[in-house]
């Protein structure tokens, strides 16, 4: 990973700036990215917008990665953008106008925007990989800036505390931007409101939007109007604060596009996105990989999980093992650690070690590196009417959904 816009601009500018094709909203945050994205992507679905959805990480396959009216990338199709990537990285690097190589984010990037250009979007959703300041998104220059609610992770590459990590994603935020901002910790709010200060940019904030929750609906009221949802298609009550920022973004499209009122509840509630709170027979699969997904995934369990709860676990390096185990070990009848298959994936014994020992020490606990026999262990020793709950990584998520398969 290197970050820094130079080389992205530079082969973007290669390939032609597809990105100047159509409107472009960026997400940046720490939680809730992937899932204000999804509900973008449905709005617009709903609408009738072609839209190019960018996310990552993906679970199984690559292609997840790029969307366009709400479907897949086609192999065929990621492989012919692919390699007219590459070979303009390859030309550049010839050339010495690239100092290395782009990195795998920075060409997918380039992928999905060439991708979205010749498929003729109106419009990009485009998730920030990591930070804001220097990932390869923002060298779209997003006409739409939006921020998730921020906490700490990634600490090596964002800073310390809230507010380094706040000043970072608040970045995406430019002269001549519309910027919507989702609740947020109060340092980190003082940091986005600075930045927009100081390029002249007005936020809207959807700590002004007003959500009731009433015999299953919610009832979303904004500035501009009130929206009646049967339902958020994303589970977790959680999603409520995300739901209402993408309201916020979704009123803004219609102001760019044809769209009716009703098309932004219909996305709210046909929203989907795989790995996140997704049940799959007597598995639950959530890519909770800091501290505060793994709150809202135990949030999620303590109110909605009546039956009893085997773990497998697994994280990658430099995650806050000590918190995640603290949230969630304590609601497990018994937990399988395992190591997802990735180079930056933390070893067992290190999780355990990490892992305070009072979170564990009355549970069953089985050590087992290989994430296929981890599953097979967890359902050997799984009493009949356990879920299984698969978290701590989205890339063990993923691997667990392809070991699975047709099998569950």
Known sequence: ?????????TLLGELGDPEDNYLKVQVAGTNGKGSVCAFLDAICLAAGVKAGTFTSPHLVSITERIRISGADIGEADFALHATRVRSAAE???AAGKLAYLPTFFEQVTAIALVAFAEAGVDLAILETGLGGRLDATTAANAEIAVITRIDLDHQEYLGGTIEEIAAEKAAIIRPGCMAFVGEQPSGATSVILQRCKDVGVEPDFADFVDARES??????????????INGIGLAGRHQIENAKLAVLVGEELARRFPMLKSHIPQGIERARHPGRIEYQGDFLFDGAHNVSGAKVLAEFLAEFEQRPITLVFGVMQGKDVAGMSELLFPLAEAIVITRPRNSRALDVAEVLRLAPREHWRDKVIVPEPDVRKA????????REGHVIVVTGSLYLVGEAKQILGSQI
């Open 1 to 9: 990973m290197k970050l820094g816009l130079e080389n992205i601009r």
């Open 91 to 93: 030309r550049l690097l």
């Open 215 to 228: 015999d299953g609906r919610l009832r979303v009221t904004t500035a501009a109007t009130d929206y009646e």
């Open 375 to 382: 599953l097979a262990s967890a359902r050997r020793i799984s």
